[in-house]
């Protein structure tokens, strides 16, 4: 699985190129569970392209624009459309279900 680090001045740029599902994840160094995820994630069997992770403590804007509030915090991109965010335990099943809800609602402008 591809995994990729983006940034205020890339996110938007990248998210509309790339083609297939992308997995966004908002983390910060300083939080538990988004090292947890950070350790997980990349281990799982999942239904996605790509990680593209994003570190929340130094990219304000794009934080601001997806409303994250809780970290970590993970949304869904596929073929540079938004299809929202992703609740889920962060376990293969669990995560795998999650998207395939997400894929099923409308699809929507990346924030």
Do not use: K
Request: glycine content about 8%; charged content about 25%; hydrophobic content about 40%.
């Amino acid at each position: 699985m591809v995994e990729l680090e983006l940034t205020d001045f890339d996110t938007d740029q990248r998210l509309l190129e790339m083609s297939g599902v992308s997995l966004v994840i908002f983390t910060s160094v300083g939080c538990t569970s988004c090292r947890f995820a950070r350790e997980q994630l990349p281990r799982l069997d999942l239904a996605i392209e790509r990680l593209c992770w994003i570190d929340a403590g130094g990219n304000g804007g794009v934080v601001e624009r997806y409303q994250v509030f809780h970290l970590p915090a993970l949304f869904l991109v596929r073929d540079g459309e938004f299809f929202g965010p992703v609740q889920s335990c962060l376990t293969s099943a669990g995560l795998n279900e999650a998207v395939r809800q997400a894929l099923s609602r409308y699809a929507e402008e990346l924030p």
